[in-house]
Each structure stands twice: as structure tokens, then as C-alpha cells.
């Protein structure tokens, strides 16, 4: 699934894509906060549907295949509209987006409840590191392949290389999907009885009054939101303020896949020693540096160092590697803050409420998509590296009640 997702990496990616189609920082934002609110949404909703059943798998692969299909869609879409208005290229792959993104809200519930039956209690850190590490390696190779099909070489007329990106999603997508769905589902006799909606929607908005530190969790949710808000304007902010060339965006997907690969043989380590939340406390810290790193690359001295035609270019600049930092630290930060909110979620849900804990932490997290959005105006308005800035000034809110969260 992260192979899959590294074709069309929204840190990457899709950011180059929006901003080569409409030159504009709130398209961009309004992208990534789809990705967000799409993923979030549905959530409450499903949980409530699947809470009392016993087998929750075959939910995840029916929707998680239709999800693929639409995201094979987008690229064929994209491949057909080539030479149309950058609008109606950006209307079509905006609707079938917010599809597909949907659809991966539908199918995180029943995902993480089906973790949450195979894995014990004790090694959820560590196998959310490891999976992350093993598809960390699996997806370094596809920078690769990025940055051949956005090359001239590749023969390829914008946007045609981004819609061979998502059939690949799309492909890769669904063999994972049906990879998960050989997992033999655990049956739990502890299943609860179908809520009306009212009174569910009572229940979960008591988990937050009543769990200490699944509010502190969701209250850190939202910082960390505010602290990212300018996470997807690193690659638009070095295609045009550091003009950087487009062809080393494969070059940062692979720096993104490697630090993850690294990240979490460490984050598995710390998992399993150091537990939940080490890891969101490690991770919030490296959330600072990858902020501050965009702010630091114009006054790196720009020098040529290397021939790299790996990557389509004749030379290497010093900037290009310092930036490629920001990728370093925001790979281990997302792996650490991540998989450390994931697993921490389990350890604090019961048995027969994981289905809840996990839909209304993400659900009631929907206005937090609108944190892209928020920033691309910013972006629009002052710049980039205000955004930075400001994403800056909320960690050490986010450091002192990560580290306030009680040890799982």
C-alpha cells in the first residue's frame, strides 16, 4: 500500500501536479485537505454499521478494490483530458478524488480493527513500524520511475506522466488489498449490538470526557494539524522560490522513502521499549526540523558538486541536498508521530470499541483538513515561509502535551 501511495506521494506529487496545472498554492492546499477530510468523514458513520459485526475483512476489501478502480479512473481520466483546459483536467480529477479518498475512510475502520484482533497489545508499535520499513522499501525504487515519467525523456506531454502515476496507485493498490485480505479475521465474541445513531454519537463524544488521554491525544491531533499546515508547499515552494528542477521530485520521493525505511528500524526499536508514546514525542521534535530546514536552504551557498544523471540532471547543487533535509525529517516525524497515534488508539480501546476510538479520533479531526487550505490562502497572501513559520510556533504546544500523555 505505501509503494502504491509513493506514485502519488501528496507531499510530492501531487502538489507538483496542482501547481504545474493552476499555478496556485489554495488549489494546492485544497487538494491535501481533501486527502484529509475524504479520509476522515466517513468514519463515525461505518464504525456504527461494523461495530456489532464479527468479520470485518470482507467490508475492507470490497470498498478497498472499488477504491483502487477509481484511482486507476483518475490516471485514465487525466490520460484522455490531455490538451483540455487545465480547469476541466483539474474539475474531473478534483471529483473522482474526493471519491477515492472517501472510500479510504470507508475502509480504515474495519483495517484497524482487524489489526487490532491480530496483533497483540504489546507489539502494535512495532509491527506498524515494521510495516512501514518494509514499504519504505518496496517504494524507494518508484523515485525512480517519478522521475523518468515527469522527464522529457520519457516522451510524456504534461499531465499524461501523472496519469501513468495514479493507473500505477491504482494497480499497485488493489494487489495490496487483496494481499490483506488473505489475513485470517479473528473472531471476537465481545461484539456490541447495533447503536441508533443518536445515542452512538452520545457515547463516542463521552469516550472524550471520560478517557484523559484520548483527549489529550485528539487536542495533540490538532496541533500537530496547525504545525503541518505547510507540509504540502515544500515541493511548489522549491519549484518557485528555490527553483529547484521539477525532475528531482522523484529525487525527494526517494529521500521521503528511505527516511521512512530508516525511521522505522529505529521507531520499531523505540516501540518496543520506549513505547507509544516515545515515539510521538521523537516525532514531534523532528516535526520542528523538517520546518526549519525550508527557512535555512536560501542561505546554503549554491554550488554544482556532482554529476547525478541518475536523476536526469547534469549536476547536484548543495542547495538541492540541504533541502532534501526537509524530507529526512519529515519522513522520521510522520513515521514516529503516526505510528505512535495508531498504536497508542488500540492500546486505549477495549476490546469492543475499537471500531469507536478510532472513527471518532479521526472523524471529529475532520476540521483539520482544513489546515492545507488555511495555509495555501497564507501562502497566497504573505508566502511560503511565513507558513513555515507559523507551523513553527505551535510546537512547543505540541512537545509539552505529548510529553504529558500518560505512558501506554
Given at each position: 500500500?505505501?509503494?502504491?501511495?509513493?506514485?502519488?506521494?501528496?507531499?510530492?506529487?501531487?502538489?507538483?501536479?496542482?501547481?504545474?496545472?493552476?499555478?496556485?498554492?489554495?488549489?494546492?492546499?485544497?487538494?491535501?485537505?481533501?486527502?484529509?477530510?475524504?479520509?476522515?468523514?466517513?468514519?463515525?458513520?461505518?464504525?456504527?454499521?461494523?461495530?456489532?459485526?464479527?468479520?470485518?475483512?470482507?467490508?475492507?476489501?470490497?470498498?478497498?478494490?472499488?477504491?483502487?478502480?477509481?484511482?486507476?479512473?483518475?490516471?485514465?481520466?487525466?490520460?484522455?483530458?490531455?490538451?483540455?483546459?487545465?480547469?476541466?483536467?483539474?474539475?474531473?480529477?478534483?471529483?473522482?478524488?474526493?471519491?477515492?479518498?472517501?472510500?479510504?475512510?470507508?475502509?480504515?475502520?474495519?483495517?484497524?480493527?482487524?489489526?487490532?484482533?491480530?496483533?497483540?497489545?504489546?507489539?502494535?508499535?512495532?509491527?506498524?513500524?515494521?510495516?512501514?520499513?518494509?514499504?519504505?522499501?518496496?517504494?524507494?525504487?518508484?523515485?525512480?520511475?517519478?522521475?523518468?515519467?515527469?522527464?522529457?525523456?520519457?516522451?510524456?506531454?504534461f499531465p499524461r506522466g501523472y496519469?501513468?502515476?495514479?493507473?500505477?496507485?491504482?494497480?499497485?493498490?488493489?494487489?495490496?488489498?487483496?494481499?490483506?485480505?488473505?489475513?485470517?479475521?479473528?473472531?471476537?465474541?465481545?461484539?456490541?449490538?447495533?447503536?441508533?445513531?443518536?445515542?452512538?454519537?452520545?457515547?463516542?463524544?463521552?469516550?472524550?470526557?471520560?478517557?484523559?488521554?484520548?483527549?489529550?491525544?485528539?487536542?495533540?491531533?490538532?496541533?500537530?494539524?496547525?504545525?503541518?499546515?505547510?507540509?504540502?508547499?515544500?515541493?511548489?515552494?522549491?519549484?518557485?522560490?528555490?527553483?529547484?528542477?521539477?525532475?528531482?521530485?522523484?529525487?525527494?520521493?526517494?529521500?521521503?522513502?528511505?527516511?521512512?525505511?530508516?525511521?522505522?528500524?529505529?521507531?520499531?526499536?523505540?516501540?518496543?521499549?520506549?513505547?507509544?508514546?516515545?515515539?510521538?514525542?521523537?516525532?514531534?521534535?523532528?516535526?520542528?526540523?523538517?520546518?526549519?530546514?525550508?527557512?535555512?536552504?536560501?542561505?546554503?551557498?549554491?554550488?554544482?558538486?556532482?554529476?547525478?544523471?541518475?536523476?536526469?540532471?547534469?549536476?547536484?547543487?548543495?542547495?538541492?541536498?540541504?533541502?532534501?533535509?526537509?524530507f529526512v525529517c519529515s519522513g522520521?516525524?510522520?513515521?514516529?508521530?503516526?505510528?505512535?497515534?495508531?498504536?497508542?488508539?488500540?492500546?486505549?480501546?477495549?476490546?469492543?470499541?475499537?471500531?469507536?476510538?478510532?472513527?471518532?479520533?479521526?472523524?471529529?479531526?475532520?476540521?483539520?483538513?482544513?489546515?492545507?487550505?488555511?495555509?495555501?490562502?497564507?501562502?497566497?497572501?504573505?508566502?511560503?515561509?511565513?507558513?513555515?513559520?507559523?507551523?513553527?510556533?505551535?510546537?512547543?504546544?505540541?512537545?509539552?502535551?505529548s510529553h504529558r500523555i500518560q505512558?501506554?
Open positions: 500500500m505505501q509503494f502504491a501511495h509513493s506514485f502519488t506521494s501528496s507531499e510530492a506529487v501531487i502538489p507538483a501536479y496542482i501547481q504545474l496545472l493552476t499555478g496556485s498554492s489554495i488549489f494546492v492546499g485544497l487538494s491535501r485537505a481533501m486527502m484529509r477530510i475524504g479520509w476522515a468523514w466517513p468514519q463515525i458513520l461505518i464504525s456504527n454499521v461494523i461495530e456489532g459485526r464479527e468479520r470485518k475483512l470482507p467490508l475492507f476489501v470490497r470498498w478497498g478494490l472499488v477504491r483502487s478502480a477509481v484511482t486507476g479512473g483518475i490516471g485514465v481520466a487525466t490520460w484522455f483530458l490531455a490538451g483540455q483546459s487545465p480547469m476541466i483536467v483539474l474539475g474531473v480529477y478534483l471529483s473522482l478524488y474526493a471519491v477515492a479518498t472517501s472510500l479510504m475512510g470507508v475502509t480504515n475502520v474495519p483495517w484497524m480493527d482487524v489489526i487490532g484482533k491480530v496483533i497483540p497489545s504489546g507489539d502494535r508499535a512495532r509491527v506498524f513500524a515494521l510495516r512501514r520499513m518494509v514499504g519504505g522499501i518496496l517504494a524507494i525504487g518508484s523515485g525512480l520511475a517519478i522521475s523518468y515519467l515527469l522527464s522529457e525523456a520519457s516522451g510524456l506531454v496519469a501513468v502515476l495514479f493507473v500505477l496507485n491504482g494497480i499497485v493498490t488493489a494487489i495490496a488489498i487483496t494481499i490483506f485480505g488473505l489475513i485470517r479475521e479473528p473472531i471476537e465474541n465481545r461484539a456490541r449490538a447495533r447503536e441508533p445513531m443518536r445515542s452512538y454519537l452520545a457515547s463516542g463524544f463521552r469516550l472524550l470526557k471520560e478517557d484523559l488521554d484520548y483527549r489529550r491525544l485528539f487536542i495533540l491531533r490538532y496541533i500537530w494539524a496547525a504545525s503541518m499546515m505547510g507540509s504540502s508547499f515544500y515541493v511548489p515552494y522549491a519549484l518557485s522560490d528555490l527553483h529547484i528542477s521539477i525532475v528531482y521530485i522523484g529525487l525527494f520521493v526517494s529521500v521521503t522513502q528511505a527516511s521512512s525505511i530508516l525511521s522505522n528500524a529505529l521507531w520499531a526499536w523505540v516501540g518496543k521499549w520506549g513505547g507509544s508514546r516515545a515515539l510521538m514525542i521523537c516525532g514531534t521534535y523532528l516535526l520542528g526540523a523538517s520546518l526549519a530546514v525550508p527557512l535555512l536552504t536560501p542561505y546554503v551557498p549554491s554550488i554544482s558538486i556532482s554529476s547525478f544523471d541518475l536523476f536526469g540532471v547534469a549536476a547536484l547543487d548543495t542547495r538541492v541536498l540541504f533541502f532534501c533535509l526537509t522520521f516525524a510522520t513515521s514516529g508521530m503516526f505510528t505512535g497515534r495508531m498504536a497508542l488508539v488500540l492500546d486505549l480501546a477495549p476490546e469492543d470499541r475499537r471500531p469507536t476510538y478510532t472513527s471518532f479520533m479521526n472523524t471529529l479531526g475532520v476540521p483539520q483538513g482544513l489546515m492545507p487550505i488555511v495555509g495555501g490562502f497564507l501562502a497566497a497572501w504573505l508566502s511560503y515561509g511565513h507558513v513555515f513559520f507559523i507551523g513553527l510556533c505551535f510546537l512547543p504546544l505540541a512537545i509539552l502535551l505512558q501506554n
